[in-house]
């Protein structure tokens, strides 16, 4: 009977903790349950904390040196060349003889040229005469004076060609390849010496999109040359390319007054600074990602309170994903880096991270 009584008592302890527990169990799953519908009603996101940083304002991009000027001089006049008067390597003017090309046919044509025009010249003077006591008629003499000015017309024809028988100098510079010899026959238009002016070069090299709103025309660029370690030199950026490349990259040129010992051809690095020279500043910067719409709507979502707050910031340059901060944050906020396309004013948020 006492027997009976243990049993009794034993299992009625183990109902009741197997009835606890249930309970325990239901309160533990109703808060589960709460939380999960307090979570509901989130959009996850991801931040990042607005901060000071060290940024690199220093942008480098690599090109190689072209000639300002370069030309390849061609004959104007077909014919054989009789006189070379430069070597590759010699320094000319605009304008200065480089060879010639033989004439003698040229001056017969410039003698028949002349006397025809003294021909001309006498027989106007004698139908003037002749109108004057009427001895012509007013379309004789117009005739005649036609004729006189094709004479003189003619005869300035024949100087052009004469004078296209001069090779000249298009440029000032150095003859970089001379492609002809004395005795050879050249036509018009053949090339016969390639001149480069380097006393000024320009620079040509490729800017990323994200870095070409940083330069301007006219800005200062300090140039390192590989070849020429141990001298300094600097230019002035002229042309910047309205479009890019189908990499995205803008052509920009960069001027050079050259100190003698460069060469067009030669590998160069400019080096693009801003902000007085300085090659870091500490900036508030925020990532740009962060943004609505692109960085140049201003506008970004902060953590406040457990919702999201739409503020509209100053923006300064782009560096790299970092957008300088100019006014509108302070530092220490939590910006929202993803998930604003589900973002309105005041919604409640869960960071993520």
């Known amino acids: 009977m006492k027997k009976n009584l243990i049993y009794i008592i ?10 606890y527990k ?45 000639p300002k000027q370069e030309l390849n001089q061609s004959a104007d006049i077909a014919g054989r060349v009789v006189k070379v008067f430069v070597q590759e390597g010699s320094r000319v003017s605009a304008g200065q003889v480089l060879a010639t090309i033989k004439r003698d046919a040229i001056d017969v044509d410039v003698t028949q040229a002349q006397n025809n025009l003294q021909n001309a010249i006498i027989n106007n003077e004698r139908y003037e005469n002749a109108y004057k006591s009427g ?24 100087g052009v060609r004469v004078n296209d028988t001069s090779v000249r100098a298009g440029i000032s510079g150095i003859i970089n390849k001379k492609m002809v010899e ?44 590989n070849v020429l370690p141990d001298e300094s030199f600097s230019g002035r950026i002229t042309f910047i390319a309205p479009k890019s490349d189908a990499s995205l990259n803008f052509p920009v040129e ?21 902000n007085h020279g300085a090659a870091t500043q500490n900036l508030l910067t925020v990532p740009a990602e ?13 953590v406040q309170n457990g919702t999201a707050r739409l503020i509209t910031v100053k923006t300064g340059k782009v560096y790299g994903n970092k957008v300088q901060i100019l006014s509108g944050l302070k530092g220490g ?13 005041g919604s409640k948020i869960n960071i993520v991270k």
């Open 10 to 19: 034993i299992a009625a302890v183990l109902v009741g903790l197997a009835a």
């Open 22 to 66: 249930i309970i325990d169990n239901k309160n533990d799953q109703e808060a589960e349950v709460r939380e999960v519908a307090r979570q509901v009603d989130k959009i996850n996101v991801n931040v990042v904390t607005a901060s000071r940083s060290n940024i690199e304002t220093e942008y480098t991009a690599n090109g190689t040196f072209v």
């Open 135 to 158: 001895g012509v008629t007013k379309q004789q003499l117009d005739n005649s004076r036609l004729q006189l000015k094709n004479a003189q017309a003619a005869l300035r024809a024949q």
């Open 182 to 225: 004395p005795g050879a026959v050249v036509t018009t238009g053949t090339p016969l010496f390639e001149i480069v002016n380097i006393s000024t070069l320009k620079l040509l090299v490729l800017v990323d999109e994200s870095q070409v709103g940083r330069i301007q025309v006219g800005q200062t660029v300090d140039i390192n040359v």
């Open 254 to 274: 960069i001027e050079v007054q050259n100190k003698g010992n460069l060469k067009a051809g030669m590998y160069a690095t400019a080096i693009f600074r801003t």
């Open 290 to 302: 962060a943004f609505v719409n692109g960085v140049s709507s201003g506008q970004l979502f902060i």
């Open 333 to 345: 906020e939590q910006v929202i880096t993803s998930g604003q396309i589900n973002l309105d004013n």
